[in-house]
């Protein structure tokens, strides 16, 4: 089933926040493949992190990723009014495949 | 540029099939698996399966187990998605997106722009 997130976070700009990622030892706890999406209305997903907390070219560093046991974390360090949109994680998952968080409303006040 | 392009949107009834196709272009198409992620109205990104084009070899999600069929064509670099006996709990963005040269990479950079199906009697 689904990966657990926080409904939503919110803080004014330049304020950090994290979201957590919550799985099991099926998931997030037994491989460091976890991804981080940030998704705008209308748009497709575009990645933030990768392997648990590679950045890939590109993305602001501001954005971080980590992890411990089965909780995988996305850290935005100083948040910007374009930050506002919806963050999904997805991890590897036995049996060959992958599974996405609730995901998380990211609100910038 | 790795460009990846989905066919346009369907509307289909209740018990039908529809197949949406995405189409490589700008890397070796043979090099990445390709996988299908779908997002219902409101609602969040739900992943439904992979497929490595080298050799066809498929995995599914268990919820989309015996609906959902990958195919490719490596002469057109194209992926196809077929999901059969729709419901109106199908209507949905599908996505492809590129994923890495092995099942369990989790760098997908480049994702398709969307198709939306629509189930309705």
């Given at each position: 089933s689904a990966l657990t997130q926080p409904r939503s976070v919110s803080g004014p700009p330049g304020q950090s926040v994290t979201i957590s990622c919550t799985g099991t030892n099926s998931d997030v706890g037994n491989y460091n493949y976890v991804s981080w999406y940030q998704q705008h209305p209308g748009k497709a997903p575009k990645v933030l992190?990768?392997?648990?907390s590679k950045r890939p070219s590109g993305?602001?560093?501001r954005f971080s990723g980590s992890k411990s046991g089965s909780t995988a974390s996305l850290t935005i360090s100083?948040?910007?009014?374009?930050?506002?949109a919806d963050y999904y994680c997805c991890s590897y998952a036995a049996t060959k495949r992958f599974v996405f968080g609730t995901g998380t409303k990211v609100t910038v006040l | 540029q790795v460009q990846l392009v989905q066919s346009g949107a369907e509307m289909k009834k209740p018990g039908a099939s529809v197949t949406v196709s995405c189409t490589a272009s700008?890397?070796?198409?043979?090099?990445y698996y390709i996988h299908w992620v779908r997002q219902a109205p409101g609602q969040g990104l739900e992943w439904m399966g992979m497929i490595?084009?080298?050799?066809g070899d498929t995995n599914y999600a268990q919820m989309f187990q015996g609906r959902v069929t990958l195919t490719r064509d490596k002469s057109t670099k194209t992926v196809y998605m077929e999901l059969s006996?729709?419901?109106?709990?199908?209507t949905a963005v599908y996505y492809c997106a590129r994923g890495h040269?092995?099942?369990?990479?989790?760098?997908?950079?480049y994702w398709g722009q969307g198709t939306l199906v629509t189930v309705s009697s």
């Open positions: 992190i990768y392997d648990v993305v602001p560093d100083g948040l910007q009014p374009e930050d506002e | 700008g890397y070796t198409f043979t090099s490595n084009p080298i050799g006996s729709l419901r109106s709990a199908d040269y092995y099942d369990s990479g989790s760098l997908w950079a």
